[in-house]
């Protein structure tokens, strides 16, 4: 019985009426990594065919898409996204509209840090410093820009960047990571203006997320950033990636915000 229901429920959750992102397309940026992956089966969940975009991880993104053609049934794809290169970013671009006809939504979850104590200034080298600004928020930059036209062409475009509670907390991996959620923040707001009323842009704010990479550290560090959380416990990817469902279906009268999901911590 609860095989036959479990299959029923999933039948009536992904007809027309209960898959609100049917026949919309999806490109999230890092979609191969533990949060990537997590908001794409989100989206593939609520209808979306999704567009996994990739930089090292090809193995895993091709993995990924073949577990969301199994599930839906539609053309998802894996897809090189190399965030820091502009001109491969508008080829990007180009290559989605061949083979998919739109772009409706854009999540920027690309990214990059290390974990440097903030007050050891010399261990933040130069080459750090420009990686994580490339990646964080030129990356970012650029994936807007080369999907500019189809968003705007969707009729109802949407761009939720991914940043971090540390735009405003300042607590983080390292001082420039924060500094470049900051700058994401910012530019969130900044593009809600230019692009309105055609393009709607988003952030979704996390507090530390438990994916599999923050689940390999210390076990009691973990557990005292679980502590300070007056939620008790650290996010996880999947409430990150309701956030952007949200942002996508429920929320379509925001833009120039950011959705904070962490617990409360910046309570604590």
């Keep these: 019985m609860p095989e036959r229901l479990s299959s029923r429920c999933r039948r009536v959750f992904m007809s027309p009426t209960h898959a609100p992102l049917v026949d919309r397309v999806a490109v999230v940026t890092g979609g191969s990594g533990g949060l990537g992956s997590a908001i794409a089966r989100r989206l593939a969940d609520v209808g979306a065919t999704v567009v996994v975009g990739y930089h090292r991880s090809a193995g895993g993104a091709r993995d990924l898409v073949a577990e969301l053609v199994a599930a839906t049934g539609r053309p998802h794809m894996a897809l090189p996204v190399p965030v820091t290169n502009s001109d491969a970013m508008r080829a990007c671009a180009s290559c989605v509209i061949d083979e998919l006809s739109r772009v409706d939504i854009l999540v920027n979850c690309a990214g990059t840090t290390r974990f440097v104590p903030h007050e050891d200034l010399e261990a933040l080298d130069d080459g750090l410093i420009d990686e994580i600004l490339s990646v964080n928020v030129r990356g970012t930059f650029a994936a807007i820009r080369a999907f500019r036209e189809p968003l705007i062409a969707s009729g109802a475009g ?74 008790g416990r650290l996010a996880q990817a999947s409430d990150v990636a309701d956030a952007v469902i949200a942002t996508a279906t429920l929320l379509r009268f925001s833009t120039g915000t950011s959705i904070a999901i962490d617990g409360g911590r910046p309570l604590s």
């Design 158 to 231: 949407l761009v939720v960047n991914i940043t971090s509670i540390a735009a405003q907390t300042a607590m983080g991996s390292n001082v420039i990571y924060c500094a470049s959620k900051s700058a994401v923040e910012n530019m969130t707001r900044s593009l809600a203006r230019a692009l309105a009323p055609t393009i709607r842009v988003v952030s979704v704010a996390p507090g530390l997320v438990d994916t599999e990479f923050v689940k390999s550290m210390d076990a009691a560090w973990r557990n005292r950033q679980s502590d300070m959380t007056p939620l």
